[in-house]
């Protein structure tokens, strides 16, 4: 490592907060595999070892969390609440917080296709950063750095935006506006088993009304939701007439509920 990469790997530690004791530890968490092979010569490691510890680093300590904080939640509430917290999107956004994207070794490849920016990759490097953490100093001290974080996503005041399930909003939204269940679709599924990606679309009808990616099918398709109730809040719901309002025919002001899904499904174009 050349004095220019320690140098810059220092600043990033000032902005963590953390110094190594070994620098070489911070270093690995920053290689991408697309470096190392393109750099064979060099026998570096690329961060994928590193980022399967961080992400057992990062569920353990969000777990502990939890539990404290919500003495009387279920396993299943839980289990939601961790998935919203410790998941792609939070997990690159502090890494983007960190400026951790600037210091990535990278491919040609990786960099000319904006890998600095992708989220899927800053929240892999993330965790790796948190291995390098735990590696050079413990669990205790780790785990104080996590809390320090993640407290603020799961306090008392944001839990509603932490634990908002976008499926059952959409759902919901669905049956008012269109009287029939959205269809969740895999677009592709790459990456290798132990770090798999997913793209799915989020179809009502016939049309594509989102698209999400995650690290698992459910991510991908928490994140089309999201996308997709930002859309929806923006149609108005055609009021249709019931058979308590009139009863047999309706009245010619009054769509059936077939029409009124019709007129909806039609604002979606």
Known sequence: ?????????TGLEDRLGWYFADIALLDNALTHRSFVNENAALACRDNE?????????????????????FPD????QLSKLRASVVNEQPLAELAR?????EHLLLGKGEEGSGGRMKSSLLANAFESVIAAMYQDGGFDRTAAFIAELFEPLIEEGDISAVYRDYKTAVQEMCQVLFREMPRYMVISETGPD??????????????????????????????????ATEWLRKIEPVPAATA?????????????????????????E
């Open 1 to 9: 490592m050349n004095e220019e990469r320690v140098q810059a790997l």
């Open 73 to 76: 939640h279920s396993e299943g």
């Open 97 to 101: 917080r960190f400026g951790i994207g």
């Open 194 to 227: 132990h770090d798999k990606r997913f793209e799915t679309s989020l179809v009502i009808g016939e049309r594509v009304i989102a698209t999400g990616k995650g690290r698992s099918k459910k991510d991908a398709e928490q994140q089309a939701a999201r996308i």
């Open 49 to 69: 070892r590193l980022e399967f510890l961080g992400d057992a680093v990062l569920e353990l300590t969000v777990s502990d969390l939890l539990m404290r904080k």
């Open 244 to 268: 308590a309002e009139k009863p047999g025919k309706a009245p010619a002001s009054a769509p059936s509920e077939q029409q009124a899904a019709r007129i909806a499904m039609e604002k979606l």
